[in-house]
Each structure stands twice: as C-alpha cells, then as structure tokens.
C-alpha cells in the first residue's frame, strides 16, 4: 500500500467526535458481540431514529467468517470481482517466490494461477471492471497488464505501453495512471494501450505513497518527511493541473479509499478519518484502529478497533462486531479488508478470510 513540499498550504482542522458506546440499543446497525470495545464514531448531529433504522445488521445479526485460501506472505490487497476473490503475496523478494491466486466464495476454495514470480500482480478495478499488473511477467502466462473477467477469465490488454514504471497505479473508467516518483508527476495512459501523457505536474520535496482517482479529480498521497506531515494533493483531471494541497495530517497516512462525497483513511496511529471532497474538512472516525485498513460501500465504513472487525454505519446508526480475529492472525499491512456488495473480505497472516453479507 512520499514527498512533501516546503511551506504546505494549511492544516485542516481535525475534528474529535465524541465517543458512543456500541450498544444494542442502537439497533440500526446491530450490537457488538460482548467484550467489544467503544468506538469514537457518534451520530451527527440532526441524525434522526428513522435514518438509524435503515443501516439493518449484516448476517442477520450473527455472521460466519469462512477461510478461502491459504498462502505464505500475502502482501497485496483482497479483489472481489465477478464470480471469484483475487489474491496474491510474497515467500520473499530475493527470489522469484510470488504468486497469484484466486478463490470462489466456498471454503479452502483457492488455486495458484501463477508461481515463481518475481513480484506479485498489483490489482485494480473502477468499479466495473478489474485488472491485474504484472511489474516483470517474463515468467507467467500473464502479460503485464491484464483485464479480470467477471467469469474468471483474465486476458491481456493489448497494446499496453511498459515505458514507464506503474509500481504505483490507479484506474478509472478509460485510463490507467501511475505515480512517477521521480518528481511526483502522474501520467496517464488509454486501458485500451497506447501512450503515456502527463495528467499532473509535480510536486516538489515530498515522497509520494499511493495515487487515487475518482470520476474528477487525481488524489496522492505523499509525505513531508522533514516536517513529519503526510498531505492528500488533489489535482483536477481535466487539463495538467499542480495538485494543491487538500488534507495534511501529522504522520503518514495510509489505505485511502472513497465514496461519492468523502475521502476515507487510517494513519499509522490508530485513527481513521473522513475528508469532504467538497472542502477538506476532516472528521476523526476512530482514535482506536488497528491493521492501517479501512474500506467503505454505500452504507458502512469497515475497520478493525483492536481484534474486532467492525461495521459501521455512516449515518451514525452505530457498529456491528461481525467477528473477532486472533492479533496473531493479522498483519499491520495497509488495506487488508474489501468489499463487495455480496461478502467483506481480509486477510490475515496467510490467510483470506470472507463473512457473507
């Protein structure tokens, strides 16, 4: 799962919110299994009973988690696409010891499609589509760049331009775009091939993390090392704009992800925050998060407080404890959990993990 400039625009205000018991009183979102500790997600304000019923408890109020695969040093994100749950990982770097695997919703349901791989595939999907990324595919059947089917088929993009470096990428509906951490540009190319065109300026002094996109804007995430900030630049991509800087926050944020009207994120201190897209107005979630993840659908937003994997309700409905995972079965790697609209997804130290919704 960067760099910083001199004299960064501003802080945004952080906002602390009240701490709520997660009790069954809630209703709207289900209670937490005993022994569950409070989060510090509270209603906001003018939330009414009404809007706290329509979050209604996932598994029916008591949920399953259920082991899809196993594999040594899984270090990428979980992929829910279509029919199958993507996954991959790393023995170690000095060997080609990566691999790619995939899984059906069932139990211990996981194959190898790849091994002996120098780096395991980066995946990526708008929403609509899928695909996975090959840095060095010499020794796969893969090409580099390769869409998922939803039927579980995976073909190669034709035309894909390996000229610059896409060790950290993004996709939209029509354009693949990569940090280039020369100088902390982005440059886009067609998903259809052809070639790279800058999309962004650069950003000087910072150290680049991750680059996001949503249907107007490019977000980076890089660092200020030297003042010890992690900011979100956000640039516009229509045009080749400077980003601007639109969120900075003391330590180094990570596990970005985003619905239409916030950006939602962890650092590496146990918060979880929100950003409005609209302003940059930052709302502190959760001062208690472990495991650097976070992710969101239409109606909760996904983390682990401590052991529990906790569902919580945007409106302010309160969270749902849909399980507790041994410290031992997880990893302090960034953007372990995914959704989709059928399950949510994690894994652990070897493990992938899903709970039907």
Partial sequence: MTRHENGFERFTQVRSVPALLLAAVLGGCG??????????????????????ASCTPLCNGACTPVQLAQGAGLDRPVLPFGQSVYYAGAINYEANYSYFGQATPQANSGVLLAQRLWYPPTFLTNGTSAYALFRNP????????????????????????????????AVDATKLYALDLSDESVWSQPLTGGAWTQATRSIANVAGRSVHVDDTHLYIVADNVAKGLSIIWKAPKQNVATPTSFVSLPGSIVSLTSDATDLYFADRTGGLYKAAKSSGAVTRLASTATNLSITVDAERY????????????????GSQVLTTVSSSALT?????LSVDANGVYWRGSGSVWRIAK
């Fill in 302 to 317: 996904y983390w682990f407080n401590g052991s529990a994997l906790t569902a919580t309700c945007k409106n302010g409905g």
């Fill in 138 to 169: 010499s020794n796969s059947q893969f090409s580099h760049f390769n869409e998922i089917m939803p039927d579980g088929r995976i073909v190669s993009v034709p035309g894909f331009n390996t000229s610059r470096s896409t060790s950290i990428p």
């Fill in 31 to 52: 209670a937490g299994s005993e022994g569950a500790e409070p989060s510090d997600v509270a209603l906001e304000p003018g939330t009414s009973t009404q809007a706290l």
């Fill in 332 to 336: 302090r790697t960034p953007e372990i």
